[in-house]
């Protein structure tokens, strides 16, 4: 294989100066191995042409092409919400809820909590939605407890019920100057006045998911999805 005799060369020549070492961790790290007879080939040629300089070029634009991510389907919840008036149906909510309750069960049921709940950690594609945790999240997701402690089972209740209140309403429950007070207070705008053909009892399913007392909360995940699912879903006789 060309590309092993490339190797070597640049291993000799960074042993004879050191100002080819980077060159060559570069060139062997596993993921940047030329693969396939044509790039190794046309890498070899550059190093035997003399053209050692623009070899490492060649296999660096290889590598970096490898490392790139791919584009991903679908669209974060803040994309969504940004179009459709605003928010989506409570059918709609309730389908992406339920997948949103259990990837938070599922870390919930290893000890762990998720933390950094919010619109744009959540991820929407044909499959359904999914949390894409990567760091903290706004102020107005976070339960008021975490002002004082770390990620938890019930802030994570708390996150998903403040996530879902904007899904259906197409607004923050808590903003403004007065966000964390009101927080504290439990005190935020009934959904049915933001949204009057929302089923009455809405309202009080988000009074207790973004209750200010962690005890008072829905307990677990599934318990959360299927409370809502009986306040938009109509009771079968």
């Not at 050191?18 to 961790?25: F, H, K, L, V």
């Not at 997948?99 to 499959?127: E, F, M, N, T, Y």
Request: glycine share 10%.
């Amino acid at each position: 294989e060309p590309a092993s005799a490339v190797l070597e060369d640049l291993r000799r020549a960074a042993e004879l100066d050191p100002r080819y070492s980077g060159d060559y961790e570069a060139a062997s790290a596993p993921a940047s191995v030329p693969s396939g007879r044509g790039p190794a080939v046309l890498f070899a040629l550059l190093c035997l042409l003399g053209s050692l300089g623009l070899a490492v070029a060649f296999q660096r634009r290889r590598t970096a092409a490898a490392a790139a991510p791919t584009a991903r389907a679908g669209l974060p919840l803040t994309r969504m919400l940004g179009g459709r008036a605003g928010r989506l149906s409570a059918p709609e909510s309730l389908r992406l809820i339920k997948d949103l309750c259990a990837s938070a069960a599922a870390l919930h049921d290893r000890g762990l909590a998720a933390g950094g709940i919010h619109p744009g950690a959540v991820w929407i594609d044909a499959a359904g939605a999914s949390l894409e945790l990567e760091g903290g999240s706004p102020s107005e997701y976070q339960a008021p407890e975490t002002a004082s402690g770390g990620p938890s089972r019930a802030a994570d209740l708390f996150a998903l019920g403040a996530v879902l209140y904007e899904m259906v309403t197409g607004a923050s429950a808590f903003q403004g100057a007065d966000s964390e007070e009101d927080k504290r207070a439990g005190r935020f705008k009934a959904a049915t006045e933001r949204v009057p053909e929302l089923p009455v009892g809405v309202d009080a399913f988000f009074r207790r998911a973004l209750d200010p007392d962690p005890l008072k909360r829905f307990h677990a995940a599934a318990e959360l999805h299927g409370a809502f699912r009986a306040a938009i879903v109509p009771p079968v006789d």
